[in-house]
């Protein structure tokens, strides 16, 4: 039986945190895993405060968490329900470990960086363009300078508004 994996985390900008003028690497590294598990097949939901708050609330072991320590203690990671990790984002191969998955999947999709380039680059991969063209469609997972950001599925955006 395949497991099943939520991600509760702090307040942010968008659902994935990749927005705005600096993207913190920690969560680009998640998006990147949690992108490559979902290509896989692998059954994970990742909520964010901001754009999630009820999923907060339906969730007893994250209501039960949040009583005790309060939001700043996020992000709280769930397997099948039960808490499997408090305070920070389980390494590549503790994610692949919590789910029975590959650990050198995500070390390859990590340095191929398939899910987003983002910065000064200008390369071009297929999801990701960081260039001044705008994005390729709107379903395109990312978009470019201030384009408006993709559909929240996507785990990137490179700038602009992430809704």
Excluded: W
């Amino acid at each position: 039986m395949m497991k099943h994996m939520e991600i509760f985390e702090q307040a942010m900008c968008c659902p994935t945190g990749l927005c705005g003028p600096s993207i913190d690497p920690e969560l680009l590294r998640v998006s990147t895993v949690l992108d490559t598990l979902k290509q896989h097949g692998i059954d994970v939901g990742r909520y964010n405060l901001t754009s999630a708050p009820l999923k907060f609330v339906q969730t007893k072991a994250v209501t039960d968490f949040l009583q005790h320590h309060g939001p700043e203690d996020l992000p709280l990671i769930l397997v099948d329900g039960a808490v499997q990790f408090a305070g920070r984002y389980p390494t590549n191969d503790e994610f692949a470990s919590l789910i029975g998955f590959d650990p050198a999947i995500l070390e390859a999709a990590q340095a191929a960086g398939e899910s987003c380039c983002c910065g000064d680059s200008a390369e071009e991969t297929a999801s990701c363009c960081c260039s001044d063209a705008p994005a390729e469609s709107e379903a395109s997972s990312c978009c470019c300078g201030d384009a408006p950001a993709e559909p929240e599925s996507s785990s990137c955006c490179c700038g602009g508004d992430c809704k």
